[in-house]
Structure formats: structure tokens, C-alpha cells
């Protein structure tokens, strides 16, 4: 027999291996077995059987073993894997290692023994409340939460209701507190109560909608509802209508939505077990959630991008929160959309699938406006809580120090003093963009980027120069290498600096930074949101990090201090993600009984994006930016495939890319006089490049670009499809790193 084999390597199809019928049972389709591969061993999924292969059957290696006897994926869920690699120009066993857990891929078994529960021992019985330190607030909440349970908790059963628990854990283990044993992956446990409110008619409608869908079809919803109308409680809705007919939900949120408040939201909500799948799990956990789902035990699953791959034993609907979010695109290797291929999926599977956000992608609303999507909306802000109010404020000629202009400061004042908390939202990290000797104008640049190094200052005397680009980092000089001179300006201003200011301005108020620096070592993410939320701090400072999903009542005031670089990027898809930008930083702004107000600091208050947003609202913006992109022949009035090159040579990138272009084009030519030029054959394609990318040098690497452009679908992956193979074999493809990213998000 032949077994066809997905392997991780750049092969677009299964590679053939034989199976001795006298060895044993044959492996099983979708299951995986372990074979020969460049003088190693390597862990393949095996995507079909055959009598015969196309090559000469005495030259194939043999399948070494069989791992596992029953199947891990589905035929259906085989052909979806597929069906992704085809799409995105993929090979199929780097598809393969995406959709297999880690420690699947390395081959361990499926079955799951079991991960550690922790309860109290006879011991830590008896301790009482008084036995903890004042301070130690992790230690009494663990206590605590462990007491009222009275069963042996598993990570993510802890992480679903408690911050920083481990170091708690730790410390009681050593005490003897607390006994360690192997546990099932879901002992009962006693979930938070259900929320008693009642959907109000939006939300009933959008929930409506989708139950009356017959059942086994496919449809597409576009959930709209502005920050805070209660998307999630429709989601959840539409889930408890699934579960009741036995099926299985899958919802994908943006990384950084994917918080434990959530889990716990989903539990108290559907009063059953939730299973997460996100980076901040370990191997062990993400296995056993993977499992859960795909043995239909757990019902629900909440993930992040990857997420998507899961299998599932019965799936019911599919949703997808922030779907404009650029989280759900992978930006290097497999570079999949979670999003449209949610969208496949649920077409395969025949179920709804809901994509949500206060501001969609104008993808999404032009799927709405030719009928592909059905439009459901939610109005008004639940809860009773309004939305904010958001005014331009004009920085032309005004003061502004540190970067705050003095209307900001006085606003600052007004806000603190009724007691609302502050949200200042500056997109950059660090503490200035730029170091510049002020003798000669040096400035400090990467040594393997065209980019400046950011200065960064935290815990160090003279701090420290970081590429954000690369990761490179260095101490900052003492003297100017270029004239020696020890007189620096730091220019521009960055999240760390920006604290340091405030935090002189309002010495008394509790200062809390929110980036990616602050929130490296795991669990201070949810330690610095949890002050943000409680109210404990009280001026909030963040990048991007802080924009998106956080729930922070108290919050009054919102500004944006420097949004005037998204005004004219480069890509033409800047003035999407600033509209979306500015309305999600804003609604973290008056999401309870308190009034918000946002603040836009800018040099442009005439600029028309800034307008039509403020004055008219996102569905006014969208509209105008989908007729630009109609009138420019962009997406998604047009499709897009870009091919990246990037070598230690520039000609070899350029030389690399060149040569396909021509093998593009001669083929769309070739297709064309093959019809006769009959207009369903012609292939419509546009090649345009090689190009430098917008950031030329990175990591020592040249870097340019092509971009493939077509109406038609069909014919930008028909021709790519009969080109790629040369690529694989291009000798100039040794010395270039180089991608395929259809319908690429990012233009760099
Ligand atoms: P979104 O996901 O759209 O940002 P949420 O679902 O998080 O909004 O809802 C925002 C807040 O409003 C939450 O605190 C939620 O509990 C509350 N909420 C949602 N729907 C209702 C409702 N029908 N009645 C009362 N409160 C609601
Ligand atoms: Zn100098
Ligand atoms: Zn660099």
C-alpha cells in the first residue's frame, strides 16, 4: 500500500511512503505515524491511501510506525486542512503542524493522563484567613477560592477566576498546604451565577436570527454593535441555542481578548466548562483543551487565532469577536486569515457563522452591501451607559509639553477630580524614538535595519537603545561616536517617558503604563488590568494593548495624544485602522453609569477622515473609503497576492523576483491565446514590482516585493499555481528567503 503523508518541509503535496501489509494494521487516514525523512524521523499525518503511487514504488521509503490507532482528524476536517493549503500556497505539512498540538507534533500520544489538580491538604484545612500576611492578596485569594470550591482545581480552572495564583501555589506547596495529584481535565466544579438580565430587542432580534436558520446550512452574519452594546451577551445567546440542540460552538477573539474575565463570563453564562486555547497556555494545557473539544467533551471553545484548526466532534456555529482585528491574520510563516478561513469552515461544516465588531472591516461591510453577509445591528449602548462624546482638539499653536497639550492637562485636572480615571493612549513604546547627539546631529540607528534604535531608559543609568524591528539591542553610548560629544537629545516621546511625566504632573494620582514592556512577564498583563479596573489606578497610560476589549468602568476621560502619523501612511489601508483605532481606543470611555469624553489631539482637525468619523460616525466613514478603494481598483473591489523576497544580496531578491514576474505573466499570456482569447478564459492579472519593501533593510536582509492583482480570484491562484512549482525549484530560491501572503493585509 501507499500511504500519503503530510511532512513539515516545502512540499505543496503528501509525499508517498509504502506500508508493508505483513507489518501490522495499515495506518489509519487522519492519524499519524512516524517516517523516514532526510536521515531523520519525522512525525507525518497521513492525508490519504492509494494502490499505487506516481513514482517508481521501489525507490519510496517505508512508513517506520503507526502512532495512532484511530484518527485525530475527520475526512472533513483532512479536506478543510487542505482546502487551506491549496489557498494560501501553502505546503500541506506546514498546514499539518499548525492544526497539530505540540505535543502531538512530537509525536507523544493523544491520550491525556491527566494534568496536576491541586486542593488543600489536611493541613492547609485548618489555616484561617489571619495566617496570611496583610499584603500578600494572591495568597488570601487562592485560600480562599480553594476553600469555597472544596475540589482539586486544575490550572485553567485557577486562571479562570484568580491573577498570579502560581508563586501563591508555590509558597503553600512548600508550607504543605497543599497536595499535588493528577486529575481529570474537567472535575466538576460550581459555576458563578448567570446574569439575570434579559437580552433587550436588538439583541433578541440578532439572536433570533440566526435559531431560525434551518438546520445543516450555512450563513454569514455581520454582528455591528458599538463598543459596549452587548455583542458578547449575543454571542452567548446564539451559543445556549447550539448547546441545547448538542452541538459545539468555536469563537475566535483577538490575542489580547482572550482574558480569564472571559472564560469565566462564557462559564457563569453557559453554566458549563469552557475550553481556551491561547498562547499563555503550556503544551500540556493547550493539548488537553484540544482534546476535550475534539471528543465532544467540553462544548465550547474559546480561542486566539490558532485556534481555528481545532477539530471538533459536532460544531454547531462559528464566531468570530473583532473580526477586523489584524490578530487573526498570521503575519510570517503560514500566513492564514483565521477569519475568512472561519468563514470556510463554517461553509464546510454547514453552520452560521457571526463575525462581530463595533467596526468592521470594509471587507465585511462590502460582503453586507452585495448580499453575501446578513446585517444584523445593535444600536444603543446596553447597561444604560452612553457613548462618549469625541472632539478634535486643535494643537495647532498651542503649548504642549511632553506632549500634552495644556487643554489636555486641565481636562486631566477636571476628570481626577470628579473621580473619574484618565486613559492617555500614545502608540509607542519605549521612552523616545529617536537618540541624537545635540553637537552633530548623529542619531542612533540599528546596525541591521534602516530604522532608528528607540531609547528606552527603564531600570538602567543610561539606559539602553532597542530596534523595534529586529529585537538588536544595546547600551546607549556615552559619548557621540560620531564627534564625542556627551550632550544627547532624546526626541519625541514614547509610553515610558510620557509616566514620568505625568506622574511628576499628578504626584498624589497612581500612575499605571499598559505596553508591551510592562506586561512581558506573564501575569502582570492581568495584575496591571485588574488595578486599571478596580479603580486602584488612576491615570491609565498604553499602547494598542489598552485599546481593544478591556472593560475599565471608571474610565471618564479618554485621549489620543498623536494619531497624526495614521493620517498618511503608506498602505492603503492606513485610514481603515486609524477609524477603527480612534473608535476602539473610545470606547474604553463612559462604559458604565459615569459620562465618557475623548480627546483627539491633532495638527489636522480639518482632515476629512477625522470629520466624516467624528461628525457622522463609522458607517459614513466606511462608506466613503469603500467608494475610494472602488474608484483606486483595490481590495476588496480587487484581490491581491503579494510575494516577498528578502536576501543578503539585493540583486538576488530583485533578480528572484523579476524572473517570476516574467514566468507570471508568460503564463496568463499563455492562457489567454490558449482560448482564443474567449473572455471567460482570459486571464485578468496585474504584476506590479519588484519593488523595495517600505522598510528596505531589516535584519541585515534586502527585502522587495511583488504584488499580483486580479478581479478575479480564480485567476490570480490559477496562474500562481502553475508558476509555483518553478519557484520550489528556482536555484536563485537557495539564497532567498521568500513568502507567499494572499490577500496580504500589511503592505510592508
Ligand atoms: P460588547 O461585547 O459589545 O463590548 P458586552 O457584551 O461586553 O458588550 O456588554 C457591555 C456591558 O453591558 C456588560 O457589562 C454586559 O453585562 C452589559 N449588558 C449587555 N447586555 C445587557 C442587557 N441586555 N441588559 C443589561 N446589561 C447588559
Ligand atoms: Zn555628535
Ligand atoms: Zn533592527
Given at each position: ?12 503535496f ?29 512525525v ?22 503507526v ?9 472533513a ?59 500578600a ?26 491573577e ?20 481529570l ?13 434579559e ?9 433570533d ?15 455591528e ?8 451577551e ?24 482572550l482574558t ?14 469552557v ?37 471538533f466532534?459536532?460544531?454547531?456555529i ?25 468563514i ?15 467596526t ?15 446585517h ?8 444604560n ?9 486643535d ?24 473621580q473619574?480615571?484618565?486613559?492617555l493612549f ?6 523616545a ?22 531609547f ?29 560629544s ?20 499628578f ?29 486602584e ?33 503608506v498602505?492603503?489601508?492606513?485610514s ?20 465618557g ?32 478603494r ?5 481590495p ?8 516577498r523576497a ?28 490558449k ?27 534586502y ?46
Open positions: 500500500m501507499i500511504v500519503k503523508v503530510a511532512v513539515p518541509g516545502p512540499f505543496l503528501p509525499l508517498d511512503y509504502r506500508f508493508d501489509l505483513s507489518e501490522g494494521a495499515l495506518p489509519v487516514v487522519g492519524g499519524r505515524v512516524w517516517v523516514p525523512f532526510r536521515n531523520k524521523q519525522q507525518g499525518l497521513v492525508m490519504g491511501l492509494a494502490e499505487e503511487s506516481d513514482y517508481q514504488s521501489d525507490k519510496l521509503k517505508s512508513v517506520l510506525a502512532i495512532d490507532e484511530e484518527a485525530l482528524f475527520t475526512q476536517h483532512l479536506e478543510f486542512l487542505s482546502w487551506s493549503a491549496h489557498y494560501y500556497h501553502e505546503p500541506i505539512g506546514e498546514v499539518m503542524q499548525a492544526a497539530l498540538p505540540k505535543k502531538l507534533r512530537a509525536g507523544e500520544a493523544v491520550n491525556i493522563t491527566g494534568l496536576p489538580v491541586w486542593e488543600l491538604s489536611e493541613k492547609g484545612l485548618e489555616i484561617q484567613a489571619d495566617a496570611i500576611p496583610k499584603n492578596k494572591h495568597q488570601l485569594a487562592l485560600l480562599t477560592h480553594l476553600k469555597s470550591v472544596g475540589m482539586a482545581q486544575s490550572a485553567s480552572q485557577l486562571s479562570c477566576v484568580l498570579s495564583w502560581r508563586p501563591s501555589l508555590k509558597k503553600f506547596m512548600d508550607l504543605g498546604w497543599i497536595k499535588e495529584s493528577r486529575g481535565c474537567l472535575p466538576e466544579m460550581a459555576y458563578a451565577a448567570k446574569p439575570e438580565h437580552l433587550n430587542a436588538d439583541q433578541q432580534q440578532a439572536v436570527a440566526v435559531a431560525a436558520l434551518p438546520v445543516q446550512s450555512f450563513q454569514a452574519f455581520l454582528l454593535g458599538v463598543t459596549g452594546s452587548g455583542k458578547t449575543v454571542y452567548l445567546g446564539m451559543i445556549d441555542a447550539v448547546l441545547k440542540r448538542g452541538k459545539q460552538a468555536l469563537v475566535l477573539v483577538p490575542e489580547i481578548g480569564p474575565q472571559m472564560v469565566s463570563r462564557f462559564t457563569a453564562y453557559l453554566q458549563q466548562p475550553a481556551a486555547l491561547h498562547s499563555g497556555l503550556n503544551d500540556a494545557e493547550r493539548l488537553c483543551a484540544w482534546q476535550l473539544v475534539r471528543t465532544g467533551q467540553v462544548k465550547v471553545l474559546l480561542g486566539t487565532r490558532s485556534a481555528i484548526f481545532a477539530p466532534a459536532d460544531l454547531g462559528c464566531i468570530i469577536d473583532e473580526e477586523h482585528d489584524l490578530s487573526f491574520k498570521q503575519q510570517e510563516g503560514f500566513r492564514y486569515s483565521a477569519r475568512d478561513l472561519l470556510r469552515r463554517a461553509f464546510d461544516s454547514k453552520v452560521p457563522v457571526v463575525l462581530g465588531s463595533a468592521p472591516s470594509l471587507e465585511s461591510l462590502h460582503n453586507v452591501e452585495i448580499g453575501r453577509y446578513h444584523l445591528q445593535l444600536h444603543q449602548r446596553a447597561a451607559a452612553q457613548l462618549p462624546s469625541i472632539k478634535l482638539l494643537v495647532r499653536g498651542e503649548k504642549i509639553q511632553e506632549g500634552v497639550s495644556r487643554p489636555l492637562r486641565t481636562a486631566m485636572q477636571q476628570h481626577l477630580q470628579k473619574g480615571q484618565v486613559l500614545l502608540n509607542r513604546r519605549g521612552f524614538p529617536v537618540l541624537m547627539c545635540h553637537q552633530c546631529g548623529w542619531q542612533a540607528q540599528c546596525p541591521s535595519c534602516d530604522a532608528n534604535m528607540t528606552h531608559q527603564s531600570g538602567t543609568v543610561h539606559g539602553h537603545l532597542r530596534c523595534h524591528h529586529c529585537g538588536y539591542q544595546c547600551a546607549a553610548p556615552k559619548a557621540c561616536p560620531s564627534c564625542q556627551e550632550e544627547f537629545v532624546k526626541v519625541g516621546q514614547g509610553t515610558e517617558r510620557l509616566t514620568e511625566t505625568i506622574q511628576e504632573w504626584p498624589e494620582q497612581k500612575v499605571v503604563r499598559i505596553d508591551r514592556d510592562t506586561t512581558r512577564q506573564k501575569g502582570k498583563m492581568a495584575e496591571l488590568t485588574e488595578q486599571a479596573r478596580s479603580g489606578a488612576d491615570i491609565l497610560i498604553g499602547t494598542q494593548m489598552l485599546a481593544k476589549g478591556h472593560h475599565f468602568p471608571n474610565v471618564t476621560l479618554v485621549a489620543l495624544l498623536d494619531i497624526d502619523q495614521g493620517l498618511f501612511g498602505d492603503f489601508r492606513a481603515e485602522r486609524m477609524a477603527q483605532l480612534v473608535l476602539q481606543v473610545a470606547g474604553r470611555a463612559g462604559r458604565a453609569e459615569k459620562a469624553e475623548v480627546l483627539i489631539q491633532t495638527h489636522h482637525p480639518d482632515h476629512p477622515l477625522l470629520i466624516t468619523l467624528i461628525k457622522e460616525g463609522y458607517g459614513a466613514f466606511a462608506e466613503k473609503a469603500l467608494l475610494e472602488q474608484q483606486a481598483r483595490l476588496p473591489f480587487r484581490y491581491q497576492i503579494m510575494i528578502e536576501a543578503m544580496q539585493p540583486q538576488d531578491g530583485l533578480r528572484f523576483l523579476s524572473e517570476l514576474k516574467h514566468a507570471l505573466l508568460a503564463q496568463a499570456q499563455l492562457a489567454q491565446t482560448s482564443g482569447g474567449s473572455s471567460a478564459e482570459v486571464r485578468d492579472l496585474d504584476v506590479w514590482g519588484p519593488v523595495s519593501a517600505p522598510m528596505e533593510r531589516r535584519q541585515g536582509r527585502r522587495y516585493q511583488l504584488l499580483l492583482q486580479s478581479a478575479q480570484r480564480s485567476d490570480l491562484h490559477a496562474v500562481l499555481g502553475q508558476v509555483e512549482p518553478h519557484i520550489y525549484k528556482s536555484p536563485l530560491s537557495r539564497k532567498v528567503r521568500w513568502s507567499i501572503d494572499v490577500d496580504p493585509q500589511e503592505m510592508f
